[in-house]
């Protein structure tokens, strides 16, 4: 079957540093995505991985481990703007997205 | 502007009721998808398509139906609704390339409410 796996919730404090960590199993794979969602909003894309490795972009990072199938998403500096769900996507064989349930950033002061 | 609209945005209706969720994109995008998702669960795939007259069946497919006429134009047809189908219907789109990346653009969504 196909699953992908994030923590429900995690909360971290305004300035700080979080890894929001989601493990995929699906039929055959063509990359991973992160996807932000603000809460009664729609989903923004946030990163693509198809290789093993970090990929860096302003504050957020992405990181992807195919071995492992395993994949973190890495936010600095962060910023009351930034509470949200964070989504994780793997592309299968069929070039479909398997969702994952989505990971609810809450920032605290 | 390139975007991907929905109506309407929010809806109440009675049980039994046949409603039609309207969806456009300006982008050209070939791709176009509907999910359902339910707040703080996954986006189930309902329908996509890859261009004009073409429709396929997702996960949750069985009681709706979808058509496309036109690249820009998506709608999704319940035949009848239920309480069941209270939940929040995303549009998305997307270019029909596969590699190396297939980003997918989301409309702002319908939330349903089936009394």
């Known amino acids: 079957g196909q699953n992908i796996d994030q923590p429900t919730e995690m909360t971290a404090t305004e300035g700080a540093i979080v890894q929001i960590n989601c493990t995929y199993q699906t039929s055959g794979f063509n990359g991973l995505f992160w996807y932000q969602q603000h809460a009664g909003e729609a989903p923004t894309f946030l990163s693509y991985n198809v290789l093993d490795g970090l990929e860096e972009k302003g504050r957020f990072s992405s990181f992807l481990s195919r071995s492992k199938g395993y994949s973190y998403l890495l936010l600095k500096e962060l910023q009351m703007k930034d509470s949200a769900s964070y989504l994780c996507a793997s592309l299968d064989s069929n070039y479909q997205l398997i969702w994952g349930a989505g990971t609810k950033l809450i920032i605290k002061p | ?115």
Request: charged residues 20%; glycine residues 6%.
């Open chain 2, 1 to 115: 502007e390139a975007d991907i609209y929905q109506t309407p945005r929010y809806l109440v209706i009675g049980t039994g009721k046949k409603i039609t969720l309207e969806c456009s994109q300006t982008m050209g995008h070939d791709k176009m998808y509907w999910y359902q998702q339910d707040p703080g669960m996954e986006l189930h795939l309902i329908h996509y398509s890859y261009g004009v007259n073409s429709t396929e069946k997702g996960d949750l497919s069985s009681e709706s139906t979808v058509s496309r006429i036109r690249t820009e134009h998506f709608p999704l047809t319940l035949e009848s609704a239920r309480p069941s189908h209270t939940s929040q219907y995303l549009c998305a789109s997307s270019e029909l390339r596969e590699d190396p990346i297939n980003e997918q653009f989301f409309g702002p969504g319908t939330r349903l409410t089936v009394l």
